[in-house]
């Protein structure tokens, strides 16, 4: 597999190139390397940076490989999760160099979405996988599968943020009674079976124009199989450790859990107590660590938005290490 097999357009990239200016020479991390677009850039942007780029999906590093070969020794890859950071570092013999920026541009990326095998996308058929690295062993079906009707309902209402998870869990549980759920498509069939039925208990017209309503339970069974929110908050908290003085931490998210995550725990490492307002002393331990830069998280502009569905939910999140 090549780059060029496969296309991501990169979100929100002239923002993120803005966020990391103050940054011209160093080490940066690409923590979601992906098919390579904002390392690219920042490759071609400055030309005294030294690249790390991480991912969990090997057929990403393969395209991205190839597509940063140009660069030669200015870059290096690891296939591994970006929540070992740390470690990473330390097996690379980095963990005494400063680390001047990191980036997280969180979620999928196109070629795993367009790839039906991957079994992310409820447009096609494939195999209900949906793990962004297959060392891992638990794929979606082990989960629709196997989880409680409660549990189900649970994982699609938070994860998803679905108000139709009950009705959706039911019909899952019924459905594998007689035969288990293996693909995208069956699985989109009983979620648009579910969701319809309830739009009508309720004396909805179903509307054709809102989302798909798979999308949802789609996201949720994500965010499970891959367990992208688990540890999240931590692993902020460690990047702005590892940053130098001055350093920079950008985030992308893409839904508004992850983003909530990247706002609290950018405010923590402000100094904000988080402790209930009737304590009398602080117990959260919060210290100033860093200055946030986007009092707002910045989104897509009109062009951007139009030409790049994707980027329409994108929101980055920028702050600076302080001395
Ligand atoms: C949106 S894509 C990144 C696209 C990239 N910025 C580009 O411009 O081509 C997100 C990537 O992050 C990877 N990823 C998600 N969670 C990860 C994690 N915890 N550790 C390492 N990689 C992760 C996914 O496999 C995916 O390739």
Do not use: W
């Amino acid at each position: 597999m090549s780059a060029t097999s496969f296309f991501h357009r990169s979100v929100l990239l002239d923002e993120v190139l803005t966020a990391f200016e103050t940054v011209s020479d160093g080490l940066i991390v690409d923590c979601t390397l992906g098919l390579g677009g904002h390392s690219e850039a920042l490759l071609k942007n400055k030309k005294d940076i030294y690249l790390l780029g991480i991912d969990r999906d090997l057929v990403a590093i393969k395209c991205a490989e190839d597509r940063l070969i140009a660069f030669g020794d200015r870059f290096n890859t690891v296939h591994s999760d970006f929540r070992d950071l740390p470690n990473i570092l330390a097996e690379k013999n980095l963990e005494k160099r400063p680390v001047n920026a990191i980036l997280l541009d969180l979620g999928v990326s196109s070629m795993q979405i367009d790839t039906a095998t991957r079994g992310f996308s409820f447009q096609q058929e494939g195999p209900l996988d949906m793990r962004m690295d297959f060392s891992q062993s638990e794929t979606a079906a082990d989960i629709v599968n196997s989880f409680s009707e409660e549990e189900l309902a649970n994982l699609i209402y938070e994860y998803g943020e679905e108000p139709a998870s009950r009705v959706i869990a039911r019909q899952i549980v019924d459905s594998r009674e007689t035969k288990p759920i293996n693909t995208t498509t069956e699985l989109a069939t009983l979620v648009v079976k579910a969701v319809n039925f309830r739009e009508r208990k309720m004396g909805r017209r179903v509307d054709s124009s809102r989302i798909h309503p798979a999308t949802r339970t789609f996201q949720a069974l994500r965010i499970a199989v891959n367990r992208e929110l688990t540890n999240l908050d931590k692993f902020i908290g460690q990047a702005i450790d590892l940053l130098a003085p001055k350093g920079r931490l950008a985030v992308i998210s893409f839904h508004s859990l992850e983003d909530r995550i990247i706002k609290n725990s950018y405010r923590f490492a402000t100094g904000a107590c988080q402790c209930p307002p009737r304590l009398p002393l602080c117990f959260c331990g919060a210290k100033e660590k860093v200055t946030i830069l986007t009092k707002k998280p910045l989104i897509a502009n009109e062009i951007e938005a139009k030409t790049n569905p994707r980027s329409r939910s994108a929101k980055l999140r920028v702050c600076q290490k302080t001395q």
